[in-house]
C-alpha cells in the first residue's frame, strides 16, 4: 500500500476516537488516560496524547499510533489493522493477490453463517422451551446464552435451508457451507446449538448437542471443514475472552462448551475451549499472540489426563510455559465449580503442576518411574527452543532425582543442548540520562536536525536502543511534524515503543550546543579511558601519550570548566 494511502488512514482516525470505542478514557491534563489494555494493572498508566495522536503505556512499555493500537490489540496483521481502519473512514483499500471470485463465494459463506446463528437464536427464544429449561438447569444465565449466541435447531430437515432460501441465498452454494447433508438436508436438528467464532468475532462452524439420552446420532454433532474453517485452528469463546487473556498474561484451557461456559459465568474471563482434547499447533499459535503462559483445566479421569498430557507436552515443545490443574477423578471445571466456587478453583490454580511434576506425582494413569521418563524424554526430543529444553532437563533432573548426564545420554544426538547464552543490558538508567534527554529534546524538535547529524553520529550513545532511536531518527527526519506517521514506519517493536515514550515526555533542554557538546566529551572522556588501559599494558608506546593528549585538547577546547575535574 503506497504511503499517501497509509497518511490518509491515519489523518482520518483520531487516535482518542478509535480507542473510546474499545474502552472508556478519562481526560487527564492534555492528554487521555486508563488502565492498559495490554497488561493488568491496578492503576492507570496507559496515556494517549490526541494532539501528537499515539499512545504510550507506562508501566509495560508499549507505543504506538492508532494502526499500532489496532494490531496489537486486536492481534492481527498491519494490513488487517489498515484495511479495518480505511472502513472506518471511509476509504477505500485495494486487495490484491486474493480473487474477486473467490473472495465472494467467502463472503457469501459468511454472511449464510451469519443468517444460521440468528436463526437457532430466534428459534431457541420462539420454540426452545425444553432446551432454554436444560441451560437453566445447567445454570446457564440469559446473560451468556445472548452473548454467545447460543441457539437451538429445529427438529427439521428443511427448517434452515428454507430459511435460508428465503433470504435469497442460492441453493447451489448450500452444499459447501457444511451446514447440509450430502443430500441436501439440514445437518443439526434437535440440538442445542453453540457458535464456533474465529478470533475476530466471525461464525464460522458450529457445534450441536443432543438434548436427550436416546436421541440418535452422537452427543455432538460438529462443522465439517469448509473454506472458512478447518478442524483445530479456532477455540471457543477466544473471540471474546482474548483481550482478557492477553491483560492477564495467561491462559485457562478447558475441553468443552460448558466448562467454558461454567469458568466465564464465574469470573474466569481468561478461559478458551480447545473443542475437543487435541490441542493443536494452531491453536497453541493462536493464542500464543496473546499469552506465552498456559493453565490446562482437562477432566480429572483418566481420560481427561491422558488429554492433559498429550496437550501440555504439545505447548511445552514450543517453550512456552504451561501447568496442569489436578481435579479428581469424578471432577472438571463445570461441577467443580458448581460444588465448591470460584475460590477453591483459584487455590487449585494457584497450584497447579509443571508437566514433569504432574507426570511424577500421577497415580491414575498407572505408569511406573520409568515409563514416566521415558515419556518426558520423548517430549523432550519435540522441542523447538533449545534453552527451554536445557531447562526442562533440569528440572526432570530435580523432579526424578535423575542426574541431567543421564537423560542427555538418552537424548537423540541429532538433539544437541547448546550452552545457554545471556546478553544482559546494564539497566543503570542515570548512566544514560544525558543521551536520553537529548533523543527526548531531538523528537520534540527542540534541536537543529541538520546541525546534529553534522556533528555526532549513533557512537555517541552508550545504550543499544537509544543507538536504535537515533538512527531511526536521523533516517527519517522528514517526518519529524508527524509523529503519528513517523511512529507507522518504525518496523522493530522495542525501537516504536522507545520512540512512543519519548514523544511524550516534555523537553528539558535549554542550550542545543551544550547537549550536543556534552555527548562528544562524554565520549571523549571513555576514549581517554581506554588510552589510559592501553598505556597500563604498554607504558613505552609513544602514540598512546600523543593520542591521549589530543584528547585532553579537545576536552578543553569542548568545556573548560569541566577539565580539574576530569583529566586525570
Do not use: W
Amino acid at each position: 500500500m503506497e504511503q499517501q494511502k497509509i497518511d490518509e488512514i491515519l489523518e482520518k482516525n483520531n487516535i482518542v476516537d478509535v480507542i473510546s470505542n474499545y474502552f472508556p478514557l478519562k481526560k487527564s491534563g492534555s492528554n487521555f488516560k486508563t488502565r492498559c489494555p495490554f497488561h493488568d494493572e491496578k492503576t492507570a498508566s496507559f496515556i494517549v496524547s490526541e494532539k501528537k495522536q499515539i499512545f504510550k503505556c507506562f508501566g509495560c512499555g508499549k507505543g504506538g499510533n492508532v494502526i499500532t493500537f489496532v494490531r496489537d490489540y486486536e492481534k492481527i496483521s498491519f494490513f488487517e489493522a489498515l484495511k479495518k481502519l480505511a472502513k472506518r473512514a471511509g476509504i477505500s483499500v485495494k486487495e490484491t493477490k486474493v480473487s474477486k471470485k473467490k473472495r465472494s463465494k467467502r463472503d457469501l459463506i459468511y454472511k449464510i453463517y451469519s443468517l444460521s446463528v440468528g436463526f437457532y437464536q430466534k428459534n431457541l427464544k420462539d420454540y426452545g422451551d425444553q432446551t432454554l429449561e436444560y441451560l437453566k438447569d445447567r445454570k446457564i444465565s440469559t446473560q451468556t446464552i445472548d452473548k454467545f449466541q447460543i441457539g437451538y435447531a429445529l427438529n427439521s430437515y428443511a427448517g434452515l435451508k428454507n430459511f435460508l432460501i428465503k433470504n435469497q441465498i442460492n441453493s447451489k452454494i448450500l452444499k459447501e457451507t457444511g451446514l447440509f447433508t450430502s443430500n441436501n438436508k439440514d445437518l443439526f436438528r434437535n440440538r442445542l446449538m453453540f457458535p464456533i467464532h474465529d478470533h475476530s468475532g466471525r461464525v464460522v462452524a458450529f457445534g450441536g448437542r443432543v438434548l436427550h439420552k436416546d436421541q440418535p446420532g452422537g452427543k455432538y454433532v460438529n462443522s465439517p471443514t469448509t473454506v472458512i474453517y478447518k478442524k483445530g485452528s479456532e477455540l471457543y469463546g477466544f473471540n471474546v475472552t482474548k483481550y482478557e487473556v492477553s491483560k492477564k498474561d495467561n491462559v485457562l484451557i478447558c475441553e468443552g462448551y460448558t466448562d467454558f461456559l461454567r469458568l466465564y459465568e464465574s469470573g474466569f474471563k481468561n478461559a478458551v475451549a480447545s473443542l475437543g482434547t487435541s490441542l493443536t499447533d494452531d491453536q497453541i499459535k493462536l493464542v500464543s499472540r496473546f499469552t506465552k503462559n498456559f493453565y490446562i483445566l482437562y477432566d480429572g479421569d483418566k481420560a481427561g489426563k491422558k488429554a492433559a498430557l498429550r496437550a501440555a507436552a504439545n505447548i511445552s515443545k514450543f517453550g512456552y510455559s504451561v501447568k496442569i490443574v489436578l481435579f479428581n477423578e469424578d471432577e472438571d471445571p463445570d461441577n467443580f465449580l458448581l460444588s465448591h466456587g470460584k475460590k477453591e478453583l483459584e487455590k487449585k490454580i494457584a497450584e497447579a503442576k509443571s508437566l514433569s511434576r504432574f507426570l511424577n506425582d500421577d497415580a491414575v494413569l498407572g505408569l511406573n518411574t520409568k515409563t514416566k521418563l521415558s515419556s518426558l524424554i520423548g517430549i523432550l526430543n519435540d522441542y523447538q527452543d533449545e534453552i527451554s529444553k536445557e531447562l526442562f532437563i533440569k528440572e526432570i533432573s530435580e523432579v526424578f532425582g535423575v542426574s541431567q548426564k543421564a537423560i542427555f545420554s538418552k537424548l537423540k544426538k541429532k538433539y544437541p543442548i547448546r550452552s545457554t547464552r545471556t546478553n544482559e543490558e546494564n539497566t543503570d538508567l542515570a548512566k544514560y540520562e544525558e543521551e536520553k534527554n537529548f533523543l527526548i529534546a531531538l523528537v520534540n524538535n527542540r534541536l537543529n536536525h541538520k546541525k546534529v547529524a553534522q556533528e555526532i553520529d549513533s557512537t555517541y550513545f552508550l545504550k543499544e536502543i537509544h543507538k536504535d532511536v537515533f538512527e531511526y531518527l536521523m533516517k527519517n527526519n522528514n517526518y519529524m511534524d508527524n509523529m503519528s506517521v513517523l511512529l507507522d514506519k518504525v518496523d522493530d517493536e522495542k525501537t516504536q515503543n522507545t520512540l512512543a515514550e519519548f514523544i511524550l515526555q516534555e523537553s528539558q533542554i535549554s542550550d542545543a550546543d551544550d547537549m550536543i557538546n556534552g555527548l562528544k566529551i562524554r565520549k571523549l572522556h571513555i576514549n581517554l579511558q581506554k588510552i589510559n588501559q592501553k598505556i597500563q599494558q604498554d607504558k613505552d608506546n609513544d602514540e598512546y601519550y600523543k593520542k591521549k593528549d589530543q584528547i585532553k585538547k579537545e576536552i578543553i577546547k569542548l568545556n573548560k570548566k569541566v577539565v580539574s575535574k576530569t583529566l586525570y
